[in-house]
């Protein structure tokens, strides 16, 4: 199978500025010079991590997906990222994977942040997603989806091989808990055999949190394959290789100890 080339976007978020964060975006992927088969964007890329769902939603085939579709086919690439969706009267923190074609997949935030009241304001999901990208079998979540390893947890058979190879995350976690955001990322890397990248946004949202970003590719080693710096607008383009992935599979046989069970 193919490598997989990566683009990650660090980047501060206008609060609750739709049109400007889309026009920043803009430029930002159309910087990116090197071919790519992925771009991945924050979390509420478009808005902050807001509590406003009722002024800023947006219904599905509105003017963000559609930029995702111009900005995916000029780049001829994936385009991912969360933004705040209305859908038959509920509101949700909602993960778009955009193809180049038009086509797409959703997955909606499973894990609600209690503590800052986004379950008050958003509907849960209750579906995982794995996507294929170039043979890549690839599962994306949403920031505090990264705390429950149960949700996650990558699975092995002998007919269908592994749920997922790449595991996606995009953030807004705060600085404060940067350590905890670095430590999980390797975490979920280690115990699912898999890579992990976690984009995360800087900068201080409107209610004065501020984000460190502390991006990263992890290698299903636990290794950190990007040079993202903390605290720094950035966008980085990493390779993520196929065959070091499957050689240590199989070189080094956790999955089949693996814990069996459903989850219901």
Request: include cysteine; aromatic fraction near 10%.
């Amino acid at each position: 199978m193919q490598n997989l080339t990566v683009s990650l976007i660090q980047s501060d978020l206008i609060w609750e500025d739709k049109e400007k964060n889309i026009s920043h975006f803009t430029g930002k992927i159309r910087e990116i010079e090197e071919a790519t088969d992925l771009i991945v964007l924050p979390e509420m890329f478009t808005t902050g991590f807001a509590m406003e769902p009722q002024k800023l939603a947006e219904p599905m085939g509105g003017p963000t997906i559609q930029w995702m579709h111009r900005m995916a086919t000029e780049k001829n690439c994936v385009l991912a990222g969360s933004i705040i969706i209305k859908e038959n009267n509920h509101f949700f923190n909602r993960l778009i994977w955009m193809r180049s074609d038009g086509s797409y997949d959703q997955v909606d935030k499973k894990h609600l942040f209690t503590f800052a009241g986004e379950n008050k304001h958003y509907t849960q999901g209750n579906k995982k997603l794995i996507v294929t990208l170039k043979g890549w079998r690839i599962m994306p979540l949403i920031c505090y989806d990264l705390r429950f390893p149960v949700w996650s947890k990558n699975r092995h058979d002998a007919e269908n091989g592994f749920d997922y190879d790449c595991m996606i995350n995009v953030a807004n976690w705060p600085e404060k808990r940067s350590h905890v955001w670095r430590i999980l990322l390797m975490a979920r890397a280690l115990e699912n055999q898999s890579y992990v990248i976690g984009i995360n946004r800087i900068g201080k949202d409107g209610n004065d949190i501020g984000y460190s970003g502390d991006s990263a590719v992890i290698s299903p080693k636990g290794e950190n394959l990007s040079n993202m710096a903390p605290c720094k607008e950035q966008t980085e383009t990493v390779v993520m290789s196929r065959c070091e992935l499957d050689n240590f599979r199989d070189n080094f046989r956790a999955w089949a100890d693996w814990d069996q069970f459903q989850i219901v």
